[in-house]
C-alpha cells in the first residue's frame, strides 16, 4: 500500500494503554489489564482482538537465539542493482533471515540473520545470499553481544 495513501490508525488513549500493559507483559491476563485501564474483562478482549485483527499490533513469543543454539547473529548490508524489493522477498524466504529493510544510504538492504555457528553464517554468505542476481556486495556485522532489545516503545 502506496504510504501516502495509507491513513495511520487513531488509537485512543484507553487501547494505547492496553498495549502499553502487553508490552510490559504480554501474559497478562484480560481481566488485569481491565483493571488497570477501567474496562471490563470482555471489552478488552475485543479491543486486543481488534487490534490484533486490524494488524496495529501482533502478540509473539521473543526467544533468545543463544539459548536455542544460534550462536552466531549478525547483521548484513548488501549493495545491489535492480529491483531491490525483489532481493529483498529472496532474502526473506530465506529461514535464517528474521530481519529485512529496504534503506537508503550507503546499503540498499539490510538483514538480520541468526545461525547456529560460524561455519553456517559463511554458508550463508556465499550460497544464499551472495548468489542473488542483483547483489553486487555485503558487509557483514558480527554481533558481539546483544547489548539492548526491547519491544517498548509505546504508542506515543
Not at 482482538?49 to 543454539?69: E, F, H, R, S, W
Not at 550463508?124 to 558480527?142: K, Q
Request: glycine content about 6%; aromatic content about 6%; overall charge negative.
Amino acid at each position: 500500500m502506496n504510504p501516502k495513501t495509507r491513513a495511520a490508525v487513531h488509537l485512543d488513549d484507553v487501547s494505547k494503554a492496553i498495549i502499553e500493559q502487553l508490552q510490559a507483559d504480554g501474559r497478562r491476563s484480560y481481566a488485569e489489564i481491565g483493571k488497570a485501564v477501567g474496562l471490563s474483562e470482555a471489552a478488552v478482549r475485543q479491543r486486543v482482538q481488534k487490534l490484533t485483527d486490524t494488524g496495529v499490533m501482533q502478540i509473539v513469543a521473543v526467544t533468545d537465539p543463544m539459548q536455542l543454539g544460534f550462536f552466531r547473529q549478525a547483521m548484513i548490508g548488501l549493495r545491489c542493482t535492480g529491483d531491490t524489493r525483489l532481493i529483498a522477498d529472496k532474502l526473506a524466504a530465506m529461514p535464517a533471515v528474521d530481519y529485512v529493510v529496504l534503506t537508503a544510504g550507503s546499503f540498499d538492504i539490510m538483514a538480520e540473520v541468526v545461525c547456529e555457528s560460524d561455519e553456517d553464517l559463511i554458508t550463508l554468505l556465499n550460497s544464499e545470499i551472495r548468489s542473488l542476481e542483483g547483489v553486487v556486495s555485503t558487509e557483514t556485522f558480527v554481533y558481539l553481544k546483544l547489548h539492548k532489545q526491547l519491544y517498548n516503545w509505546g504508542t506515543r
